[in-house]
């Protein structure tokens, strides 16, 4: 057998690159050093900061560093609250339900200790200020019947923070560069659904190209994670999906190896014209501009993604909301949740209604 000598060859060197770890560092910094994934194009070392997301020093974040992001990222929202032009009253209201200091029950228990945490009016859910205000199911039929049309759901898995983020900052003062979006409606028509569906009508890319929309999923407390990827054709056909289950340290790594994955899964499936659609915007900008620098954890991603964009005839990525891409949030929440790394060839039963809404056929 040609694979035994060459396994112990492999076991021989992974011993060798341990013990020379362990000369020189200890236990946890080891762990940290082996946890940095590799890249498969030959990619030389750099040093990376670790505040940044492309790795980059910059005095802005070191600064950061020291003071705190929360504290600066609630002063971006403060200045937008102050600058509403809304009743002083709900700007008070903002401000007590951001500082934790609204009666809700959840509230109450950890303070005076209450008898039951729960939300009286669903009996479902602890009663959060998130919950109370926005999530709570007997909400849902007020913020989607009002004139604003506003569906509640992405919120399930934010605070309070993205819902105020949502309202009050616009997206591209955080982005400079502009957003890329292909034939899609302007802003608030793509945040905002018509009715209680969370699904907006998914755009076929032009003929000849394949739209490759991608999710990450992951579990800040177990650090458990999903990728989701859904190929589909101008035809609005289904082409291709797949789900993959991942340990990471971020939500934003979920994201860039969904993106790698798909970029990957194309090239196996000898796609010539590729345009990758993910809700992570800060990534897809990135890759708008060609820029493939990541920190410790996402940089050979990005390096792979790079070195794979050369064998295709075009790439494009694409900015898209979290409502425009359910069909790939529904695939890497399955990842996550069971676990697995599946294929389908035919959409699997539980996608038809996030498919649904976007009206993809199924190809014969
Ligand atoms: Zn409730």
Redesign the pocket.
């Known amino acids: 057998m040609v694979w035994q000598p060459f396994k112990k060859l492999l076991f021989d060197l992974k011993k060798f690159a341990w013990n020379k770890l362990c000369e020189h560092f200890d236990q946890s910094s080891i762990e940290k050093i082996v946890s940095i994934p590799l890249s498969n194009s030959p990619s030389s070392d750099r040093r990376a900061w670790d505040l940044t997301r492309d790795g980059r020093f910059t005095t802005k974040s070191a600064y950061v560093g020291f003071i705190g992001q929360h504290h600066v990222s609630n002063n971006v929202i403060w200045k937008h609250i102050w600058r509403t032009k809304v009743p002083h009253r709900i700007q008070l209201f903002a401000w007590k339900t951001l500082h934790n200091a609204i009666p809700v029950r959840e509230i109450l228990n950890h303070r005076i200790l209450i008898d039951n945490p729960i939300?009286?009016?669903?009996?479902?859910?602890t009663?959060t200020a998130l919950?109370?205000l926005i999530?709570?199911?007997?909400?849902s039929q007020i913020w989607s019947s009002n004139p604003l049309l506003v569906c509640t759901a992405p919120f399930a898995d934010k605070d309070l923070e993205a819902w105020f983020r949502f309202w009050v900052i616009p997206p591209w003062l955080f982005y400079p560069v502009p957003i890329k979006c292909f034939s899609r409606p302007t802003l608030p028509t793509q945040l905002m659904t018509p009715s209680a569906s969370t699904s907006t009508p998914w755009k076929p890319p032009p003929d000849g190209w394949i739209t490759v929309n991608t999710d990450g999923a992951w579990d800040p407390i177990t650090k458990k994670g999903g990728l989701g990827i859904i190929f589909r054709n101008h035809n609005n056909n289904f082409v291709f999906a797949a789900a993959f289950h991942v340990v990471a340290s971020t939500a934003e790594e979920t994201e860039v190896r969904a993106i790698w994955r798909a970029i990957r899964e194309a090239l196996d499936l000898k796609v010539e014209k590729v345009m990758v659609e993910s809700d992570a915007m800060v990534v897809v900008n990135q890759l708008q501009r060609r820029d493939f620098s990541g920190c410790w954890n996402t940089d050979a991603y990005f390096k792979d993604i790079e070195l794979w964009c050369n064998n295709f005839l075009a790439t494009a990525f694409n900015f898209v909301p979290r409502n425009c891409n359910q069909p790939a949030h529904a695939i890497a929440q399955w990842g996550k949740n069971n676990e697995l790394d599946m294929f389908w060839r035919y959409p699997p039963v539980w996608l038809l209604p996030a498919l649904g809404g976007d009206h993809t056929t199924v190809m014969n």
Do not use: I
């Not at 939300?119 to 859910?125: F, I, L, S, T, V």
């Not at 999530?135 to 909400?139: A, D, F, N, V």
């Open positions: 939300c009286p009016r669903c009996d479902g859910e009663e919950h109370a999530t709570c199911p007997g909400l």
